[in-house]
């Protein structure tokens, strides 16, 4: 075990039995990956891809089938760990019936802080999340927005100056505001040379805030890698019309989307060529060839949408155009390559 | 000790603000003012209904009380989710379930307190100018045996919780409570039952379920000429066996709670 790694998780696997029926469903499937201290990482994968049972068992809260996870060091879940960590679950829950100062000051207390210490550290951290003006103070959490109830989420998990944080999903559903605000403290975290493990489907603030991101999707890490090394490689967003072209590119391009007489496809740089004689060969016309960043929601799409193509043969979704309701199709990565193959 | 004893508190406060407890509390106090109403009977007689009535209407919403409480402690917790936060805090699993049972343990003393003082208050006004009357605190020995009986109770819904959805919970541990309540019935069939298989069946129900049925302390405090023989050692004994039975289940229900996946 690396004594230097803030998490190890090494060939972990979490098996659930189907209901009335003799088989398992893998939620985890052989994961490894460490995470050094001081690092910002990001975890993402889509819905039930397997982030938050991983945090589960990092934390304790369900047990590993099989493999090992270990936090600074220690089994996960041990207590003694639990003083150096914390965890914001996805939209987290809490007493109702009491207020932001309450529900903080019963965390602290749950650290064997004393009620006068416990509140004031409450107050503290109340403050630093944007819920000491008065009438914030006195709400019951009840009456709380999500917003608020995520900032009171925070407040709790800033509780002992953690080592290592475990955020769950800590902007979905916020507004803008609330969603930069958190954004920007989990950047303060990350300035103060804190260990984050961050799961998110918002792929902006992943990209903004972590070091090295990792995707994974049915329970199996697809890829991991710094952020930079992931976005490597330039992607060029090419338009053409002519319902030939489109049909043409549709099939042979992965990556394109196709709508009435006009298909959009974004390809590495490298496969340029290719795509226009494709265009070509097809009398459609080039409208433009606009060189693109890769961002990591490019990078998600591609890993989470092959995975999908290599089960399923292609993605298919329902959008508005101007025109009405059109379906967007898009080819799979092996029917794409079958074809190349065989030209 | 002390997550134990912030959870406690914090169970406590929650649980003061449950409707549906706080209603069977002042169904509970109306019916204890309702013994006021008894004006047709004999001095004697109106002291003896009066007390009856307070106790087992004590004993009945207190059993409800304990019941609706306990079952939901655990479940509610994880459905809600709000277990997940404090289990990642240093948390051991046993502090928490210990913390959820002291939490419900003093609910229910403030519950039974109320209503017992209450009663006692309510007895002590009926009896101005009763030659029949007696020390209203004597009554307060009921109130403990009520209280104990609901310790054990309540452990039983709790060890359930850990392993059943609480509509199923509910309904077994009033049954078990009832089949409790008869367990000089449940040792006659032990002996007497047709067949070894029924004889044995009865058996291990008069010694697995508990026995609930020695908590009933109402008959000494209602006739005077009723007298066990050693009262001190008969509430001693039904203390020590309700305090024992429930640790036994709290330490099974804490086996169970420390592998359950929340």
Redesign the interface.
């Known amino acids: 075990m690396d004594s230097a790694a803030a998490i190890d998780i090494k060939n972990l696997t979490k098996q659930y039995p189907v209901p009335l029926k003799r088989e398992v469903v893998n939620a985890v499937d052989n994961l490894t990956l460490t995470v050094d201290q001081g690092e910002i990482f990001g975890f993402l994968g889509a819905n039930g891809a397997g982030k938050t049972t991983t945090i589960?068992i990092l934390?304790?809260?369900?047990?590993p089938t099989e493999g090992d996870a270990s936090v600074l060091g220690k089994p996960a879940g041990d207590?003694?760990i639990?003083?150096k960590?914390?965890?914001l679950?996805e939209?987290?829950?809490?007493?109702e019936?009491l207020t932001a100062p309450e529900i903080v000051t019963?965390?602290a207390?749950?650290?064997?802080m004393s009620t006068s210490d416990a509140r004031k550290k409450a107050d503290e951290l109340v403050d630093f999340v944007g819920l000491g003006g008065k009438n914030d103070r006195n709400k019951r959490v009840a009456e709380f927005s999500k917003g608020m109830r995520q900032r009171v989420?925070i407040a709790?998990s800033l509780i002992n100056d953690p080592t290592i944080l475990?955020y769950d999903e800590p902007t979905s559903g916020l507004d803008a505001i609330a969603r930069r605000d958190i954004r920007d403290l989990m950047l303060e975290l990350k300035r103060r040379g804190k260990t984050m493990f961050l799961s998110s489907h918002q792929l902006e603030d992943v990209e903004m805030v972590c070091h090295r991101v990792s995707i994974i999707h049915k329970g199996k890490l697809q890829v991991m890698g710094s952020v930079d090394e992931l976005l490597a490689g330039e992607r060029v967003e090419i338009t053409a019309t002519g319902s030939a072209a489109a049909k043409a590119l549709a099939d042979k391009v992965p990556g394109t989307v196709e709508a009435a007489d006009r298909a959009v496809s974004i390809v590495p740089a490298e496969e340029v060529g290719n795509v226009l004689a494709v265009i070509q060969g097809a009398g459609g016309t080039v409208v433009s060839v606009i060189p693109k960043r890769r961002s990591l929601e490019d990078l998600f799409v591609e890993i989470v949408g092959e995975r999908i193509d290599a089960s399923t043969g292609s993605v298919s979704a329902t959008v508005t155009t101007e025109d009405g309701p059109a379906n967007l199709k898009r080819v799979s990565a092996n029917k794409y390559k079958e074809m190349m193959d065989k030209e | 000790m002390n997550a134990i004893n912030v959870i406690a508190r914090s169970t406590i406060s929650e649980a003061m603000r449950k409707k549906i407890l706080n209603a069977f509390l002042m169904v509970g106090f109306a019916m204890i003012v309702l013994t006021f109403a008894f004006q047709q009977f004999s001095a004697r007689q109106e002291l003896t209904l009066v007390k009856g009535m307070g106790l087992g209407i004590i004993s009945l919403a207190g059993i409800f009380i304990t019941v609706i409480l306990s079952i939901n402690l655990i479940p509610q917790e994880i459905e809600r989710r709000t277990i997940y936060t404090i289990l990642a805090k240093p948390v051991r699993r046993y502090e928490f379930l210990l913390g959820k049972y002291f939490g419900a343990l003093g609910t229910i003393a403030l519950n039974i307190g109320l209503m017992g003082i209450a009663f006692v208050i309510a007895l002590a006004v009926k009896q101005i100018g009763n030659p029949a009357a007696v020390n209203p605190l004597l009554m307060l020995k009921g109130v403990l045996m009520i209280y104990m009986q609901l310790v054990l109770l309540c452990s039983l819904a709790i060890f359930f919780s850990c392993f059943l959805s609480p509509l199923v919970n509910f309904f077994l541990t009033l049954a078990l409570f009832m089949i409790g309540n008869l367990s000089s019935f449940t040792q006659d069939l032990a002996k007497t039952g047709g067949n070894a298989l029924v004889k044995g069946f009865f058996t291990v129900v008069h010694y697995l379920v508990p026995n609930f049925g020695n908590f009933q302390f109402t008959n000494p405090l209602l006739q005077p000429d009723v007298q066990v023989k050693s009262e001190a050692a008969f509430l001693t004994q039904n203390c020590i066996y309700a305090v024992v039975y429930a640790s036994v289940l709290l330490i099974l229900s804490v086996l169970i709670f420390d592998r359950r996946e929340v």
């Open positions: 589960k934390l304790g809260l369900i047990y207590n003694e639990k003083h960590i914390s965890y679950p939209s987290p829950y809490f007493y019936h019963f965390y207390q749950l650290f064997g989420g709790q475990f």
